[in-house]
Every structure is written in structure tokens, then in C-alpha cells.
Nanobody, 114 residues
Framework: VQLQASGGGLVQPGGSLRLSCAASGSISSISAMGWYRQAPGKQRESVAAITSEGVTNYADSVKGRCAISRDNAKNTMYLQMNSLKPEDTAVYYC?????????WGQGTQVTVSS
């Protein structure tokens, strides 16, 4: 499984971004997918996840501001982020689980600053 993340950038506080994660390879074997982020000097943390059945969960810090979704026809996962805050600044990574194995995409930088 190969994952390609995109959509990061510089946005002002209160703004929005949509991250995308395109999957290729053994896509049919993917169960859950998710987004993680890592800010400078901090550990990588889970932001949102979605199962193959479409069940979602979110970190408390982004609940109500973010929405994760999957387009199985396009083999792509999205993270719509609204009302962005400076503390959302981080490198965002997409992740896919296949059985007991996890796969990571390269990160995409999100910077929230005025």
C-alpha cells in the first residue's frame, strides 16, 4: 500500500483546508484509515480515523471542526478542517491499516498563522 498526502499549506486562523490521501497498491485489503499530526517537539497524535464501514472517530481537540471521509471509488481519504487554530499547526500524515500492519504516507505541512 502506498499513500500520497496533499493539501497542506498556510492558512489564517479561522480558515479551512482539505487534506487528501490517495491510496494505491493492495487497496482492497485496507481496513481503517486515519490522519495523524506531529507538531515540532511533540509526539505524533491521532486526529481522526475512519473504518471501511465508514465509522469515524475524532480527537477531542478537533471534534466539531474536522470531518474525515473516504471516497472508495477514487481510493482517496479526505480531512476537511474548518475553524483552524494556530495549535493545529503540524505535519499531517495519513495512515492505513492492513491486518496488523500499518502504512504511512509522507507528511503534508499545515501552518495556521496570521
Amino acid at each position: 500500500v502506498q499513500l500520497q498526502a496533499s493539501g497542506g499549506g498556510l492558512v489564517q486562523p479561522g480558515g479551512s483546508l482539505r487534506l487528501s490521501c490517495a491510496a494505491s497498491g493492495s487497496i482492497s485489503s485496507i481496513s481503517a484509515m486515519g490522519w495523524y499530526r506531529q507538531a515540532p517537539g511533540k509526539q505524533r497524535e491521532s486526529v481522526a480515523a475512519i473504518t471501511s464501514e465508514g465509522v469515524t472517530n475524532y480527537a477531542d481537540s478537533v471534534k466539531g471542526r474536522c470531518a474525515i471521509s473516504r471516497d472508495n471509488a477514487k481510493n482517496t481519504m479526505y480531512l476537511q478542517m474548518n475553524s483552524l487554530k494556530p495549535e493545529d499547526t503540524a505535519v499531517y500524515y495519513c495512515h492505513a491499516r492492513v491486518g496488523v500492519r500499518g502504512y504511512w504516507g509522507q507528511g503534508t505541512q499545515v501552518t495556521v498563522s496570521s
